[in-house]
């Protein structure tokens, strides 16, 4: 039987959180940036299955199923945007897209 | 942990079993190819090594083994080592899940007759697989530093997208008619109804034709072979490869063949079952000979299959791209979800 | 020491490791397949909590779909390495570190303050098959999964109107 406490697969997901979250503020190319993004929703998802494996509750798996589905809409749209972007700019790092401040 | 040992040594044993079946199979089917093309254009064919040519795959492979194995200058080395591996991986994963007989009795013991026929995840497990196998052969086109290359790249990543979705909708009809997404249920299923011949194909004939056109384009084979035309993209996405790590390409390419002509047999011809009852013919259910029967239909079909993929490619020509996008999402896509549509409301009709 | 602690230290040192390849490399090809290892290993670590249907959706989606995409999209752009080095020691980048820090201190209290219940170590297989999930989808959850179809549907409409080339010149 799985005798692994729970804290150790929230510990595991909060420090892959981390490490999302210092690729989205560290890095300036905005494909890795979105790389990142999937990994802190995927974190996020660890939590969600471990909570449900831990207390029997089907809501934990239900949840992750709608992360996946919001996770595969935001892949459509984050990736056609990086595109039009290439297109207008000729640039993916998002710390030259600044139209804005000029 | 006792156990977990006695588990993984029994998955080894098998494992180690089918990559060795799975790997002759690829080989029969490599001299199976060149005979019947042979055939089809009028040719005789290898005939040189041993009698009718028989023993050719074993000169091919030496031969591919004792070339040189070349990296083109500006390729990344690491990937373009690592594309091969992944489709040949992949094609072999997939007989994890697939069962090739009814379990045998050996004394006390039930011995599946698969690594893990029946896991509850097993046709969701090969779609999965077949959509990582397009990495192999987009990796080698892009690290390939070819134009070609990355143009057969591109084509198959764009046509296996495009081709899995019509796949998944006409598994999808199967799940609902089976209730379960095991293998050795669904081919049970087949068997237990019309007096064993209530093969899925007969009352999936649409799902089972558009199942057919996409594992076609999924294992890039004419008509769909658009990621390695020759005559506009010399080959495509293995122009640069030479050696052994084409023959891993060459190899992935016929293991695939096997696996998709076993996974049709399996979904819709009945797998392994006999068209009646084993005891008809004085067959005792979970003896080893019983098993062996229902091993040597299972490799008939799948043979036959082989051949079939075999001889389209030899008469049906290419299609265009934009030819073969349309079909993919104007044409399978809509009759997939038609088929789904109705089915669901066939499954609904017969359950009340 | 028995199986399923040493299957879990080796996955999550795989998981982390991987995350780590996907935000440090430099180069953006080696960052997606660093992150698709990541999704296997997760996919993995879901097996050993006894949840093999969302582990095979993981793969199905995230590697087999999404992945394939991030590919496409650094092939079609041929992306090379950053010229740009990976990470530059600016205002903004430590505040961000420290920021990460705090995030990951406040996680490690949180855990270590509140001992959370032991759960119940129940066998929850069959809780968690296909079946079970499906029928709490399409009765309790339906109006979620509807408005999800309706999420993806715009999502496809939007990429589409996105990426057509009239709208951006």
Same mark, same amino acid.
């Given at each position: 039987?799985?005798?692994i406490?729970?804290e150790y ?19 300036r ?23 449900a494996?831990?207390?029997g ?46 | ?40 254009q ?9 009698? /009718? ?45 697939i ?33 990582v196998?397009v990495?192999?052969i ?12 990355? +143009? ?8 296996m ?10 598994i999808?009809s ?34 089972? +034709? ?18 390695e ?35 049709i047999?399996?979904?819709?011809l ?5 068209p ?21 239909? /299972? ?26 996008m ?9 009759l ?5 549509i109705?089915?669901? /409301? ?7 | ?23 440090? =490399? ?9 992150? $698709? ?5 997760l ?5 050993? !909590? ?20 991030v590919? %496409? ?7 090379? *390495?950053? *010229?740009?080095? =990976? ?21 490690? =209290? ?9 759960p ?7 809780? %968690? ?9 399409? =009765?309790?959850?339906?109006?979620? %999964? *509807? $408005?999800?179809?309706?999420? !993806? ?16 010149n």
């Amino acid at each position: 039987m799985n005798n692994i406490p729970l804290e150790y697969y929230i510990a595991l997901s909060g420090i892959l959180f981390t490490i999302g979250t210092l690729g989205v503020i560290l890095r300036r190319n905005a494909i890795i940036v979105f790389m990142s993004l999937e990994i802190m929703l995927n974190s996020v998802n660890l939590a969600f299955i471990s909570f449900a494996r831990y207390l029997g509750d089907t809501s934990g798996e239900i949840f992750v199923f709608f992360v996946m589905a919001v996770a595969a809409a935001e892949s459509a749209i984050g990736l056609a945007i990086i595109l039009a972007l290439f297109r207008k700019k000729q640039t993916i790092y998002v710390d030259e897209v600044n139209v804005l401040k000029h | 942990m006792n156990e977990i040992l006695w588990i993984s040594l029994e998955a080894l044993i098998k494992a180690i079993i089918i990559l060795s079946l799975l790997l002759l199979s690829a080989a029969i089917s490599v001299y199976l190819e060149r005979k019947l093309s042979a055939w089809i254009q009028l040719r005789i064919g290898p005939n040189r090594v041993g009698p /009718f040519g028989l023993l050719q795959p074993i000169v091919d492979v030496v031969k591919l083994i004792m070339k040189e194995d070349i990296v083109p200058n500006g390729a990344n080395k690491f990937l373009h080592g690592l594309a091969p591996v992944i489709s040949l991986a992949v094609a072999i994963m997939v007989w994890a899940v697939i069962p090739v007989a009814d379990p045998i009795k050996i004394g006390d013991h039930i011995i599946q007759m698969g690594i893990s026929p029946n896991a509850d995840i097993g046709i969701l497990f090969i779609l999965a697989m077949t959509s990582v196998g397009v990495y192999g052969i987009a990796l080698a086109g892009w690290s390939s530093n070819n134009k070609y290359s990355l +143009l057969g790249g591109l084509r198959s990543s764009a046509q296996m997208i495009s081709y899995e979705l019509s796949m998944g909708l006409a598994i999808l009809s199967i799940i609902l008619i089976s209730g379960s997404f095991s293998l050795s249920d669904i081919v049970n299923q087949q068997f237990s109804h019309w007096g064993g011949f209530r093969w899925n194909i007969f009352i999936q004939p649409l799902g089972f +034709l558009i199942f057919l056109t996409t594992a076609f384009a999924e294992t890039n084979r004419a008509p769909f072979d658009l990621p390695e035309a020759e005559q506009e993209l010399v080959s495509g996405y293995n122009t640069e490869y030479s050696g052994m790590r084409f023959g891993m390409f060459f190899l992935a390419e016929y293991a695939n063949m096997a696996t998709s002509s076993a996974i049709i047999t399996l979904l819709y011809l009945g797998g392994w079952t006999l068209p009646f009852a084993p005891s008809a013919i004085g067959l005792e259910q979970g003896t080893w000979i019983l098993g062996l029967v229902q091993f040597v239909i /299972f490799a008939i079909k799948i043979y036959l299959l082989v051949m079939f993929f075999i001889w389209v490619r030899w008469t049906v020509p290419r299609f265009r791209y934009d030819q073969l996008m349309r079909l993919g999402w104007k044409v399978l896509l809509p009759l997939a979800l038609l088929n789904l549509i109705l089915t669901s /409301f066939g499954v609904l009709f017969i359950n009340h | 020491m028995n199986i399923h602690l040493i299957a879990f230290i080796v996955l999550g040192i795989l998981a982390i490791a991987s995350a780590i390849g996907t935000i440090a =490399t430099k180069h953006p090809i080696y960052s997606a397949m660093s992150l $698709i290892v990541h999704f296997f290993a997760l996919s993995a670590l879901y097996l050993t !909590l006894q949840s093999p249907f969302v582990a095979v959706l993981q793969i199905l989606v995230y590697a087999g779909a999404i992945m394939v995409l991030v590919v %496409f999209v650094i092939m079609l752009l041929n992306l090379n *390495e950053d *010229e740009k080095q =990976t990470i530059r020691i600016q205002s903004r980048n430590s505040f961000g570190i420290v920021l990460a820090a705090i995030f990951f201190i406040m996680i490690v =209290t949180f855990i270590m303050s509140n001992p959370l219940n032991q759960p119940n170590s129940t066998n929850v297989y069959n809780l %968690f098959t296909a079946q079970s999930l499906g029928s709490v989808l399409f =009765t309790k959850d339906l109006v979620a %999964f *509807e $408005i999800v179809g309706i999420l !993806l549907l715009s999502a496809i409409v939007g990429a589409i109107v996105m990426a057509k080339k009239k709208l951006i010149n």
